[in-house]
């Protein structure tokens, strides 16, 4: 039996090369058989995808492509056919699979002759396998019988492959070393250890597929002129409230995209910087900016209360002073909105009683009041997938805060555990990490963000260097640290909390 590479036939593999497999399998032991070998050839200035169902090797007889072609096959006029065999219908091959193999042994030929040390020309041939049907007789001169190894002549593989040896005339006489190149290039064994900057960005597509697959929402948005969208930390709410904004925007609607905090406000302007029609703010910043508008003044000093009850009072006098007004309004972080804001904004609707209102909301992120109630009549849009965490943190997230784990995520690492009994050993456990996030891992600065519950923590590392990298504010393009409660509704690539 020959060396095969791999071993055993990968999962989804057709069953016609499974077929073919089993027939190889009679090949005495001084062949190595691969299966399902791909490789890129440049030519000129692109470079070509290329790949061969199977590629035999051998010291004395050089290298064979056979080409697969499952199915029922037809040759009219010199196109070829081919239809299942459990019926169907007939489809035109775009090429022969004579041409597949002859084009796939040239370009693996000049990769190997080019890239194996010692190797200047290979002696190959090419055959066609045809698993599911009789042997087609001579199709032409280039197409010899010979070279066709049809349904019933795999009882004897070892006599099909000797035929179509004879009939090629090619002898080899390959060293070990040049054998064990050709199969370090076409079945390479090496340990790859995924760096965790590198394996960011396969996290980070993956994300972004996810999120792409919450879009479907939108779609059923369209029928509803307001809605509330609920979603767990890591559903996208963000990306979605955004892609809301930019369609209505599309639409040719005058949009206001505002949410609690300023830092996640300073995102969404500059994520919808390009929207001519939105206007994208947090509350608070809307809110004096309209007053100024309106010549209402501000207190110098302002308490927590004032915002609650007195902001939306003089928010809506000043719409009633400016006439400004948008003909809808979408909300992010709703769930830290008082009840007097929402009716406050909804005065600001071209029609208040029946403009596009959306409210993306997460009511286990409650922070700045104890019970909320939506501001939408009706049931909520569920976003049910996890698509801006990797699965193991959604995990460990849903288990602190006693939720079903989602079901649906990227995969990623676990989350890690740093024990610290000091601030001191809090700063040299943050310098450690850090250090080898960015030395030895690839992580840029700017992708680590440090969270805590309390502001005093936090301005102490402002301004300290943590891993050769100083730590700063949002925005300031290293490692950032910020206070929970500021951060939210925002995201990075690591987090120190």
């Known amino acids: 039996m020959p060396h095969f ?36 050839i440049p030519k000129r200035t692109r470079v070509f995808d290329g790949e061969a169902d199977f590629v035999l090797i051998h010291p004395k007889h050089g290298m064979i492509v056979l080409e697969v072609k499952g199915g029922l096959l037809e040759v009219r006029e010199g196109a070829w056919y081919q239809r299942d065999v459990r019926g169907g219908p007939w489809h035109e091959l775009p090429r022969s699979p004579f041409e597949q193999a002859k084009g796939a042994m040239f370009d693996l030929k000049k990769y190997l002759d080019s890239a194996v040390p010692g190797l200047r020309n290979l002696p190959a041939t090419r055959g066609v396998v045809l698993p599911a049907a009789s042997h087609p007789g001579d199709l032409g001169p280039d197409k010899p019988p010979a070279m066709t190894i049809a349904k019933d002549e795999l009882r004897d593989m070892p006599e099909a492959i000797d035929r179509l040896l004879a009939y090629a005339k090619i002898e080899a006489n390959l060293t070990n070393d040049e054998i064990n190149g050709i199969t370090n290039l076409l079945a390479p064994t090496v340990q790859i250890r995924t760096k965790i900057g590198t394996e960011l ?17 939108l779609d059923l948005l369209r029928r509803h002129r307001r809605a509330l969208i609920t979603g767990g930390a890591g559903t996208g709410k963000t990306v979605l409230a955004i892609e809301r904004a930019r369609r209505l925007n599309d639409e040719g609607a005058k949009v206001l995209l505002t949410c609690f905090n300023r830092p996640l406000g300073d ?8 929207m ?21 003044d501000m207190p110098l000093r302002v308490s927590a209360e004032w915002f609650k009850e007195n902001m939306p009072d003089l928010l809506m006098t000043a719409t009633e002073r400016t006439g400004i007004t948008f003909d809808a309004i979408v909300v992010d972080e709703g769930q830290d909105f008082f009840p007097r804001w929402f009716m ?12 596009p209102f959306y409210v993306f909301a997460d009511a286990n992120q409650t922070i700045y009041q104890e019970e909320w109630e939506s ?56 310098d450690l990490a850090i250090g080898k996030l960015i030395s030895e891992e690839n992580v840029r600065p700017d992708q680590i963000t440090i969270l805590s519950d309390h502001r005093a923590p936090i301005d102490a590392l402002v301004g300290t260097s943590l891993g050769g990298s100083k730590v700063g504010v949002l925005g300031s393009g290293g490692v950032t640290a910020e206070t929970i409660y500021r951060y939210k509704g925002l995201e990075n690539d690591v987090v120190f909390v």
């Open 5 to 40: 590479y791999p071993h055993t036939p990968a999962q989804g593999t057709p069953r016609s090369e499974k077929v073919v497999w089993n027939a190889l399998e009679a090949l005495p032991k001084s062949w190595r058989v691969f299966h399902s070998v791909a490789w890129q």
């Open 267 to 274: 995102y969404l302007a500059d994520s919808t910087k390009d």
């Open 375 to 430: 501001p939408i009549e009706g049931e909520p849009f569920p976003l049910d997938i996890n698509c801006r965490n990797t699965l193991p943190i959604a995990k460990k997230v849903a288990g602190v805060i006693g939720a079903e784990p989602l079901a649906m995520g990227a995969e990623g690492m676990s989350p890690q555990f740093i024990v610290a009994n000091s601030e001191d050993d809090v700063h040299t456990a943050l």
């Open 276 to 296: 001519e029609g939105v206007t994208a703010q947090s509350m608070h910043a809307f809110a004096s900016h309209l007053f100024g508008e309106a010549g209402i």
């Open 201 to 217: 960005g396969s996290v980070e597509q993956q994300l972004l597929d996810l999120t792409t697959e919450q879009t479907r929402v």
């Open 344 to 355: 406050a904004l909804q005065m600001l609707l071209e029609d208040p009683d029946d403009g």
